[in-house]
C-alpha cells in the first residue's frame, strides 16, 4: 500500500500599506516613479540621519490586528534585523521581533471542505528595502531605493494549513479586509502583497512535522497554487527515493514552473536582532484602540448579509458584489437611484464582470459615477433601448463614464416604440421572406426567430425584439 503524506503550510505574508509617505521619513510612498527620486538621507541610509515613525502606519496595521482578532501589544518596539545585501541601505532592516504590534490572531476561512479557522502567530511593522534591477546589456546590477522604507505589514500565520485551496481562502480574505479597511490595495503584481509559502510534508499519522522549506516570488494566487503542488510532489519524491529534504529558501519560477534553491535557511540567531536605539517604544493607549474600533467599516459578511435582508438579493449575487468594498457601494449607490436593486445586482454581475475580466482590471479600478448606471437601468425600463444597444453604452459607461441619455442621442440608440412603424418593418420582412413567412404560418415556430432577426435588421437594432416578436405573431 502506497505511503500517506500530510502537508502543512505557514505563510508569511507582506502588504504594503498605503500611507502618503514611507514608514520613517517624508519621502512618497506611492508606486512607480524615476529611480531612485522617492528618496532622502534616512530611507538610503546615510549617517547620522535619524528615523521618526509614521502614526499612520501604526493605525493602519492596528485596524488589520483588529479586524483579524489579534490581541494589541500596549507596548511594543523596533528592533534591527542586520543583513548585508546591496538593496538595503542601512545594512540592516528596522522590522519588530521581540514585542510585535499585534499577536495571537485568527481568520475564519470558507472552503469546499467547510470553515476553519487559520490562527496568526503575529502582525509586525517593518520598512521595506530597495529593488535590485539587473541590467543585461551592461551586466551588472543597478539598485533604485524608491521602496526602500515604504511601511509593510507581516503577517505571519500558524502552520494551519494544508492545501492549496486553504491559502488561497486565507489569502483572498486578508486581501479584502485590507481593502475594505482601505490600507493596502494588495496589487501583488505590484508587489504591495507578497507571499513567503512554507511547506513540509510528512507521512500521515506521524508525530512532529517535516523539514520545511519557503518558496519565494510568488507573484500571483496561479502561481501560488502552483508552488504549493510542485513542491509538495517535490518533497514527496525526495522522501520516497530515501533523501533527505534541506531547510532552506526556494525561489520559485512561473515561466519554467518549478523552484530552485536560493540560500539555506537562516535562523532569527543569523540576523543578530537588537531593540533599535534611534525610535522610542510605541505605547498604545485604551483610548486610540477605542477610537480605531469605533472607524472600523462593514465588513464582507455583514454587508452581504444585509444586502440579503435589505434589498432581496438572492445569497449568491451577495456575497459575489461584497467580495468588493467600491463595487457594493457602487451597487447600494445606484439600487438606491434606480430603486431595482436586482436588475443592478445583474449589470455589475454580467457586464461589469465581464468588462473587468477583459481589462485584467480590479474593481478598486472603476470610476464611473452610479447615477448614470442607474439612468440607464431606468432607459431600459421605460423601453427608450433595448436590451443589446443599453449592453453597448454601459460599456461607454465603465470606459468613460458617458452620461447616458446624450449618448443614446448623438448615436441614434433610442428604441423605436411606434407600434405602426413596426408593424409596417414586419409586414415587409413577411413579404420579401414568403418561404420563411409559410413555414412560420405552417406551425414552424423555429423560423420566428430568423423573422425577428429580419425586422430588427431593418429597424438597425432600434427596437425590442419582444414587441418585435408579438407584432410577428398578430400578424400571422
Not at 198 to 212: F, I, P
Not at 387 to 415: C, R, T
Request: with cysteine.
Amino acid at each position: 500500500m502506497a505511503k500517506q503524506y500530510e502537508t502543512v503550510i505557514g505563510l508569511e505574508v507582506h502588504i504594503e500599506l498605503s500611507t502618503e509617505s514611507k514608514i520613517f521619513c517624508g519621502c512618497p510612498a506611492k508606486f512607480g516613479g524615476e529611480p531612485n527620486t522617492h528618496t532622502c538621507p534616512v530611507c538610503t541610509g546615510m549617517p547620522g540621519a535619524l528615523p521618526v515613525l509614521n502614526r499612520k502606519v501604526a493605525e493602519y496595521a492596528l485596524k488589520l490586528g483588529l479586524a483579524a482578532n489579534c490581541e494589541i501589544n500596549r507596548y511594543c518596539r523596533f528592533d534591527r534585523k542586520n543583513y548585508f545585501y546591496p538593496d538595503n541601505p542601512q545594512n540592516y532592516q528596522i522590522s519588530q521581533l521581540y514585542l510585535p504590534i499585534c499577536y495571537n490572531g485568527y481568520l475564519e476561512i470558507e472552503t469546499s471542505k467547510g470553515k476553519k479557522k487559520i490562527r496568526i502567530h503575529e502582525m509586525h511593522m517593518e520598512e521595506d528595502a530597495g529593488k535590485l534591477i539587473h541590467d543585461e546589456w551592461e551586466d551588472c546590477s543597478l539598485v533604485d531605493y524608491n521602496r526602500s522604507g515604504v511601511p509593510l505589514v507581516e503577517i505571519v500565520s500558524e502552520p494551519d494549513m494544508s492545501t492549496a485551496e486553504e491559502v488561497i481562502m486565507y489569502l483572498e480574505k486578508l486581501r479584502m479586509l485590507c481593502r475594505y479597511l482601505g490600507i493596502s490595495d494588495c496589487k501583488l503584481q505590484e508587489g504591495s502583497m507578497r507571499v513567503d509559502v512554507n511547506l513540509s510534508v510528512c507521512e500521515a499519522g506521524c508525530v512532529g512535522l517535516g523539514t520545511r522549506t519557503e518558496m519565494k516570488n510568488l507573484n500571483s494566487f496561479k502561481a501560488i497554487t502552483h508552488a504549493i503542488e510542485g513542491e509538495r510532489e517535490r518533497q514527496i519524491e525526495l522522501l520516497e527515493s530515501g533523501k533527505s529534504i534541506i531547510q532552506e529558501t526556494r525561489r520559485w519560477d512561473d515561466n519554467k514552473e518549478c523552484s530552485y534553491a536560493m540560500r539555506s535557511k537562516e535562523d532569527a540567531k543569523d540576523y543578530r536582532y537588537f531593540p533599535d536605539p534611534d525610535i522610542p517604544p510605541v505605547r498604545i493607549s485604551e483610548g486610540w484602540i477605542g477610537e480605531l474600533k469605533a472607524q472600523q467599516p462593514e465588513f464582507q459578511k455583514e454587508r452581504s448579509e444585509r444586502f440579503q435582508r435589505d434589498y432581496g438579493l438572492p445569497e449568491y449575487d451577495s456575497n459575489l458584489i461584497t467580495q468588493s468594498r467600491h463595487l457594493s457601494d457602487i451597487f447600494e449607490q445606484t439600487a438606491k437611484l434606480c430603486g431595482s436593486p436586482k436588475k443592478t445586482a445583474n449589470w455589475l454581475m454580467g457586464e461589469g464582470m465581464r468588462f473587468l475580466k477583459e481589462k485584467d482590471m480590479e474593481p478598486e479600478e472603476l470610476h464611473f459615477s452610479s447615477a448614470h448606471l442607474a439612468e440607464l437601468i431606468k432607459e431600459v425600463e421605460r423601453g427608450k433601448i433595448n436590451q443589446q444597444n443599453a449592453k453597448m453604452v454601459f460599456g461607454k459607461i465603465l470606459e468613460s463614464d458617458v452620461e447616458p441619455a446624450a449618448y443614446m442621442k448623438e448615436h441614434g440608440l433610442l428604441a423605436v416604440t411606434d407600434d405602426s412603424v413596426l408593424r409596417k418593418a414586419a409586414a415587409e420582412v413577411l413579404a420579401e421572406n414568403v418561404k420563411a413567412a409559410e413555414e412560420y404560418r405552417g406551425g414552424k415556430e423555429k423560423v420566428l426567430g430568423f423573422l425577428v432577426g429580419q425586422v430588427m435588421k431593418k429597424m438597425r437594432g432600434k427596437a425590442d425584439p419582444g414587441k418585435v416578436r408579438e407584432i410577428i405573431e398578430r400578424l400571422r
